[in-house]
């Protein structure tokens, strides 16, 4: 079965601090690896989609990274702003369907 | 900035009712997607149209339907809500497969 596990669960860090998700698949096969920003009650916005040969990708302050070999990826903010309190949905596709994870809940605080 | 829109945002409706989610897009993408989530959860596929006239039922099963006579308009619609179908539903749509799937705003659902 496929699967897409985020870790942690829930993050709490002061503003201005640095902090990376995780993000563990079994997915197959393999297409794409995306990354997405939920705010509260609104809809999913996509922050960088890689492919399987694509180890890095920067957005701003998110840099995201693959390792298609151990089957992760990680999502790293750097100097989190109030506005990076979202959750953090780690995506996987494979030739058309696409397995999500129960995100990352991210609090930051002042 | 996303050319999808939702609407309502919000609906509280009584058990019983038929209700009808609407969702439009405006950047032609023949693929088209009616997500639901609850708090906390992942979100769960339960309609797909891969273009006009074309909808094919997803991996959560769902009571609802869907149609697909316009490319930019893909409603949703449930016949007679019950309070287990309070949710968010999210609609999306992406140009091709691998391509970048656009989210709405989502419309959260209350039954009563």
């Known amino acids: 079965k496929n699967q897409v596990e985020q870790s942690p669960q829930s993050l709490i860090i002061l503003e201005g601090k640095n902090c990376t998700l995780q993000?563990?698949?079994?997915?197959?096969?393999?297409?794409?690896l995306r990354w997405y920003k939920q705010d509260t009650g609104r809809g999913p916005v996509s922050l960088t989609i890689?492919?399987?040969?694509?180890n890095t990708k920067s957005n701003g302050r998110y840099t995201a990274t693959l390792d298609a070999d151990t089957k992760q990826s990680s999502l790293h903010i750097t100097a989190s702003q109030l506005s990076d309190s979202a959750s953090y949905i780690c995506?996987?596709?494979?030739?058309?369907?696409?397995?999500f994870g129960t995100g990352t809940r991210l609090t930051i605080i002042p | 900035e996303a050319d999808i829109y939702q609407t309502p945002r919000y609906l509280v409706i009584g058990t019983g009712k038929k209700i009808t989610l609407e969702c439009s897009q405006t950047?032609?993408?023949?693929?088209m997607y009616w997500y639901q989530q609850d708090p906390g959860m992942e979100l769960h596929l339960i309609h797909y149209?891969?273009?006009?006239?074309?909808?094919e039922k997803g991996d959560l099963s769902s009571e609802s339907t869907v149609s697909r006579i316009r490319t930019e308009h893909f409603p949703l619609t449930l016949e007679s809500a019950r309070p287990s179908h309070t949710s968010q539903y999210l609609c999306?749509?992406?140009?091709?497969?691998?391509?970048?799937?656009?989210f709405g705003s989502g419309t959260q659902l209350s039954v009563l």
């Open positions: 149209s891969y273009g006009v006239n074309s909808t």
């Open positions: 993000c563990n698949y079994t997915v197959s096969p393999f297409s794409n």
């Open positions: 999306a749509s992406r140009l091709w497969d691998r391509g970048e799937l656009f």
């Open positions: 995506v996987v596709g494979g030739n058309e369907k696409l397995t």
């Open positions: 950047m032609g993408h023949d693929k």
């Open positions: 890689m492919t399987f040969s694509e």
